[in-house]
Structure formats: C-alpha cells, structure tokens
C-alpha cells in the first residue's frame, strides 16, 4: 500500500475539495431543512417524473454507504488492536482469520451498546469527544517531547515523500494518497440528518456542515507533524509486522512499548466510540429508507422496538450484512483500502447526486428562496463537486498497489457495480411500480426556511403559506 509522506498537503488539497462538496451540501440543507438530508434532497430537486427513482437510488446508496463505512471503521479498530498484540510479541504473525473474528465481535459489540444502552449514547458520545480532543493533544506533545533531540529534517517533514505503492508514477501514487485522506473528512452530511434537533435548521445546519471541515484540518496538521518527528526509520513504518503504521510510528516515538500502548490504546477506544456512532447512522439511515418502501420486506426494518424505543431489526440487519462484508478479508490483503474505497464512493456520490439534478435542470430554476445562498458561484461549486467526486470513483477502483495479484486485488470495483447493479434490478422488478418516494412535510419545511430568512409571518402570511403549500403539494404529490 502506498505511503506517500506529503501528509500536509494531502490534507490541505482535501479539506479544500470537501468544503466545495460540503458547501452545494449546506445550500441544498437551508433549502431543503428535512432530517432525510440527501435522500430527501434528490426527491425535491428531480423532475416530478423522476423524483421516485432519484429518491430511490440515492436512499439505496447511502444505506450501502454506511454499511461499508461501517465495515471500514471496524476493519481499522480490528488493526489497531492486533497491532498491540504484535508489538509485544514480535514473533506472532497476524491470521486474516483472526482479523475477521476480531471484528465481527466489534461489530456485535457496537449492536449491544445501541441497543442496550440507548438512551445513555448521547452522554457516550460527549464523553467520547473529550477523550478525542484530550487523547489528539497529549499523543502530539508526547510524541514532540520524546523524539525533540532526534527531530528529522524540515525537508523530511514537508518536502520529501516516499512511494511504495508499485506504481512507478509519482505522481499517481500522490494521487492515492490525496483520494485516501478524503476518509478522513468523511461524514460532512451528518449534520444536516439533525434538522430535527437543531433549532433554526435552516441557518445553523449549514453551520455545522462546514466547520467541522476547519476543525478536522486544523486538528490533523500538528499531529500528522508530531507523527513525521516521531519516524526514524521509514522502512520499518512501511513494513510493519500487523499492517498498521501508527503502531510503529509510536514505538519509535517514544521508544517503549508501554508509552506506544497507551497511545495506541487511547486512539482506538476513541475510534470505537466512532464504530457506535457510524452503526447507529447505518441503522437509522435503513430505518428510514425501509420507512418509505424502498427495501425488500420494509415492513420488518422499519419496526421500532417499544422496549428499546430504536429500530432493532434494523441494526440487526446492519450488522449481519456488515459481518458477512468482512469475509473479504480472508482472501485480500488490502481490505482495509477497499473497503474505505467503498465507503467513499457510495456516500461521496450520495452527496453530488442532487447537485448533479441541479445542474441538469437549472439551479435558480428548482431551488426556493434560502439562508446560506452560493449565488452566482453555486454553478462552479456544485460542478466541481460533481467532478470530484466522478474522479474519486474512477480513482479508487484502481488497484491500491502493483504488481497486481489475487491477494491484492482491488475489489471495489467489483462491490460497487454488484451492489449498483443489484439495487437496479429491484428497481425494475417491482419497486417502480410500488415506490413513491419519501413523504414531506412540506408546512414544516417552509416554516424552518422562512424562520431563517427571518420572515414573520402574518395573518396574510399564513394563507399565503397556505396557498404555496398546495401549490408544492400538487407539483410534488399531484394532488
């Protein structure tokens, strides 16, 4: 797998492209202020013709999203762990068989406490946050002030890069690596899943769509430096015995296996605490899309638990079909990159699908009055997102390392058209003819629109809102 050094500016090319995504994302949630987010939003913005299968394949992308995002996390927090146990015993060589087994009882475990423990997830995932940002800080300092009389040159940390993909391009290999630390700053969509929960969705969702984009890369600048202090032999980084160069990087750091642990240790609970929250997302991100008919036996995933007051068979379901993804790490050696491959292209293309209907119909055309307007760059912004996007697809079904083998095989391509190629057929076998799309609440929606742009609406008022209603009724519902 390639490792390519230029962390700096990966991330700095990233978030910038992020943002641009994020931003058609932020436009379309003051719009459009409704919890269902993309899925929603592809319905709004599509031809009345059309809004069906726009609603369809778009609520079906973003379940298989989550799911392999899912998948990825656990894949990581599997490593993470084993790599602990290679380090103190530096003879044990890591089984496939052993990966998998550690993640498939991550991923129950993640059902268990979203299940069981409920009603305490929002505490968890405060506690979690602290942790991160205390655990981010004292794993940066540690690393600066163990490694301070052996800092590497300046060349070293900013200029140099070192390409051990196979490919014999530079250039290409720097690509991998600006595409693989899109991961990083995935889940940019989360926020605009709270409109319910948020007060003035409308001006605060976009709000919180983009500032996580400055937080993460101000947070990873100092401690991918600290991490590129901390190396004194890349060759052991890249070659490590579990997979995983963090491991290594910590080791080398601190010089000791017990300082490298506790780093380590702290890093991966942090990750778990991510595990629960992306399972809950997959989980409500089914519910929601069975809730509507979108999926094979609906009825049963939509179910909510009176006990548990959550969608249990929907988790259920998240979970097996996760467990049954991981098999393939029992015959590739780059999973791990497969599956955050995966993860990209599903949710990424999720994301540019309604910019794309925009595009294609007129943006001033289909989009009301809005808090956060891109004005007259929403064309550029919403056509590079979209071109972004198609280039991270194409890129990340390409194969992660040459020479290319059974064992390193890249089967991206191979899960993203089986699963495209599945959710169409359904489509034409029996859910063009069922599915209608999401039901919306269309007074709720204008009034959070109209509550950011600081309308206050009169006795007049509400019969003009009325008026409108019916008139966004008959165009969405025909009637």
Request: with cysteine.
């Amino acid at each position: 797998m390639h490792r390519a050094i230029r962390l700096l500016t990966n991330k700095r090319i990233t978030a910038l492209m992020t943002a641009i995504l994020s931003a058609g994302m932020a436009e379309l949630a003051s719009a459009y202020p409704v919890a269902g987010a993309q899925y929603y939003w592809s319905f709004m913005v599509a031809s009345p013709k059309r809004r069906p299968l726009a609603a369809y394949v778009n609520g079906w992308i973003s379940v298989l999203g989550w799911w392999v995002d899912s998948a990825a996390v656990c894949n990581f927090i599997s490593s993470m762990i084993l790599s602990i146990v290679a380090l103190w015993y530096p003879d044990y060589a890591i089984q496939h068989w052993q990966q998998w087994l550690v993640y498939v009882l991550l991923v129950w475990l993640v059902v268990a406490i979203n299940v069981l423990g409920s009603r305490l997830i929002p505490a968890f995932n405060k506690m979690i946050l602290g942790l991160a940002c205390t655990s981010l800080t004292a794993t940066s300092i540690t690393l600066l002030i163990c490694s301070r009389h052996r800092y590497p040159p300046p060349s070293f940390v900013f200029g140099d890069h070192t390409n051990s993909s196979g490919w014999s391009s530079d250039g290409f290999a720097f690509v991998l690596a600006v595409a693989n630390a899109v991961w990083a700053f995935l889940g940019t969509d989360c926020g605009a899943h709270l409109c319910e929960e948020i007060p003035n969705p409308g001006r605060n969702v976009p709000k919180v769509i983009m500032y996580p984009i400055a937080m993460g890369l101000v947070a990873a600048a100092p401690f991918a430096m600290s991490c590129m202090a901390a190396i004194t032999d890349v060759t052991a980084v890249l070659q490590t015995a579990s997979g995983l160069p963090l491991i290594e990087i910590y080791y080398q750091g601190t010089g000791s296996r017990v300082g490298a642990t506790i780093l380590m240790a702290l890093f991966t609970f942090c990750f778990f605490g991510c595990a629960v929250a992306v399972g809950t997302t997959s989980s409500r991100t089914l519910w929601a899309v069975s809730r509507d008919g979108a999926l094979p036996f609906s009825s049963i995933w939509m179910r909510v638990s009176p006990r548990f007051l959550m969608p249990v068979n929907a988790m259920l379901l998240s979970a097996t079909i996760i467990s049954l993804y991981g098999l393939i790490f029992l015959g590739s050696t780059t999973a791990f990159s497969a599956m955050i491959g995966a993860s990209i292209i599903f949710l990424q293309t999720s994301c540019i699908i309604p910019q794309a209907i925009l595009l294609y119909r007129g943006r001033e055309k289909v989009l009301p009055e809005r808090y956060f307007n891109l004005g007259k760059y929403g064309t550029a912004f919403n056509a590079t997102a979209v071109v972004w996007v198609v280039f991270l697809d194409v890129v990340y079904c390409m194969p992660v390392a040459r020479p290319v083998t059974k064992a390193n095989m890249n089967y991206v391509s191979v899960v993203a058209v089986g699963s495209v190629g599945f959710v169409f057929a359904l489509w034409f076998a029996t859910k063009r003819r069922t599915f209608v799309g999401p039901r919306v609440d269309v007074e709720l929606m204008m009034r959070r629109r109209e509550e950011a742009l600081h309308v206050h609406v009169s006795q007049k008022g509400d019969l003009e809102l009325g008026s409108t209603k019916a008139r966004v009724n008959a165009e969405v519902y025909g009637v």
